[in-house]
């Protein structure tokens, strides 16, 4: 072989090794982000309604035709207005009779106690003056048997008019006593008294209950009543939220629990008026879970007063903020390349070159982001996707697109899972 086409293969093949060298140890650009100290957020968004702090459904408790509606739905009322009237003729009615009886009753013991007790004093001195006569009359007729002046048979006739008189003293005693305020005949009278004025309260309470009246201050919610209905007991006529600061009531799923606590800010805005958001705290958390939905029951109070759009039932959007760092070193969660479960995880960092990995501990977790506790300094670069293996030369791109997203540490946006468990 002449001896140029020796060299001309000799510098092909060395420039071919050559570019396979560099090809073989170049190291490959990979996006990457620079750890930072920033803010951290974590909340969670579920959907609310709008309940009054205390609502009353209002409905009669006799049976009776409806008269007159007194209020309208909206409404306002204050405690003892008219809200409800229903016909009362006949209530009327059975209310005089009761007092009629009532008076019937009481005449009577008045007069035991006054001409029944002069009569009873009249009679029993009537018969001590008979009994008085009968005793003279016997011991007369005794002596005048024994001289012989008279017969046996008149001595039984005379002790006959004695035992008569004795007899008639004993009944006129016997009703004075029945008479007296202990006696049999007034007691008598007493019961039928009472039993008459109780009849006549009933009467009167009957009588009352044919006019609803507000039982506080409250707002009209919904009027299922118009006049000339027959209504019975047990059935809802007007429903009523008392006035008080109203409450928001949300059902959160079960598995977002541990994180909300009693006295948590939240953000809340209405969905017919999105650009008018206001704040809220957590009031209260149920102590049970709806088994069926798998959701606990979460109420809002409002710290300040309530916009004038809220309206009873209306749907709201809650954001619970459940955690807050301000100043934590905050890592993409896309940046970890596995997790063990316990706030154990991975990530690749570049290193002097090369691909390092990393054993981190993490602290609050959202589900863009996570904090981390150890593993990780300021300003060191994790790299985010695809990157060669660990020990691998690497150059890490911190101006790729990609790591300037993903290094925006967003705050925990919980409204999907929460939509997805909740059916909306």
């Known amino acids: 072989m002449p001896r140029r086409s020796v060299l001309a293969v000799t510098a092909i093949g060395v420039v071919l090794a050559v570019l396979l060298a560099w090809w073989w140890l170049r190291?490959?650009?990979?996006?990457?982000?620079?750890?930072?100290?920033?803010?951290?957020?974590?909340?969670?968004?579920?959907?609310?309604?709008?309940?009054?702090?205390?609502?009353?459904?209002?409905?009669?408790?006799?049976?009776?035709?409806?008269?007159?509606?007194?209020?309208?739905?909206?409404?306002?009322?204050?405690?003892?207005?008219?809200?409800?009237?229903?016909?009362?003729?006949?209530?009327?009615?059975?209310?005089?009779?009761?007092q009629a009886s009532e008076r019937q009753a009481a005449a009577r013991l008045g007069g035991l106690r006054s001409t029944g007790r002069g009569s009873a004093d009249a009679a029993l001195a009537q018969t001590d003056s008979?009994?008085?006569?009968?005793?003279?009359?016997?011991?007369?007729?005794?002596?005048?048997?024994?001289?012989?002046?008279?017969?046996?048979?008149?001595?039984?006739?005379?002790?006959r008019n004695l035992a008569v008189a004795q007899a008639q003293q004993a009944g006129a005693r016997a009703q004075r006593a029945a008479n007296a305020d202990a006696g049999t005949e007034v007691q008598q009278a007493q019961a039928q008294l009472a039993l008459a004025s109780s009849a006549t309260a009933a009467a009167r309470?009957?009588?009352?209950?044919?006019?609803?009246?507000?039982?506080?201050?409250?707002?009209?919610?919904?009027?299922m009543v118009e006049p000339g209905q027959i209504v019975q007991p047990g059935r809802a006529l007007l429903s009523l939220a008392l006035v008080g600061a109203p409450q928001l009531s949300a059902q959160a799923d079960e598995r977002f629990l541990e994180q909300l606590q009693v006295g948590q800010s939240a953000t809340v805005v209405a969905d017919a008026f999105p650009g008018q958001r206001f704040a809220a705290r957590v009031q209260s958390i149920a102590?049970?879970?709806d088994a069926q939905r798998g959701a606990i029951e979460v109420k809002f109070s409002?710290?300040?007063?309530?916009?004038?759009?809220?309206?009873?039932?209306?749907?709201?959007?809650?954001?619970?903020?459940?955690?807050?760092?301000?100043?934590a070193l905050v890592l993409p969660a896309g940046a970890l390349r596995s997790e063990d479960g316990t706030g154990g995880a991975t990530v690749w960092i570049e290193h002097g070159g090369r691909v390092e990995l990393r054993q981190l501990r993490l602290g609050l977790r959202t589900l863009d982001a996570a904090e981390v506790l150890d593993g990780l300094a300021a300003g060191e670069a994790v790299l985010i996707g695809e990157a060669p293996d660990p020990g691998r030369r690497v150059h890490a791109d911190r101006s790729a697109a990609a790591a300037v997203a993903a290094a925006k540490p967003a705050r925990a946006d919980a409204g999907t899972a929460m939509t997805n468990a909740m059916g909306r």
């Open 130 to 159: 008979v009994l008085l006569t009968a005793q003279a009359d016997l011991q007369r007729t005794r002596e005048l048997v024994a001289q012989g002046f008279l017969s046996p048979a008149r001595l039984d006739e005379v002790q």
């Open 205 to 223: 309470a009957r009588l009352a209950q044919a006019v609803l009246s507000a039982p506080a201050d409250a707002k009209v919610l919904a009027r």
């Open 27 to 98: 190291a490959p650009r990979v996006a990457a982000l620079t750890v930072q100290v920033a803010p951290l957020v974590r909340t969670l968004q579920f959907s609310a309604r709008v309940a009054a702090a205390s609502r009353v459904d209002v409905g009669a408790t006799v049976t009776g035709r409806v008269l007159q509606v007194a209020v309208t739905e909206g409404a306002s009322v204050e405690q003892g207005d008219l809200l409800l009237r229903l016909e009362s003729e006949e209530l009327q009615a059975a209310l005089a009779q009761a």
């Open 287 to 289: 102590p049970l879970v």
């Open 302 to 327: 409002l710290p300040q007063t309530a916009p004038a759009f809220l309206r009873e039932d209306m749907t709201l959007s809650v954001e619970v903020e459940t955690a807050r760092r301000d100043a």
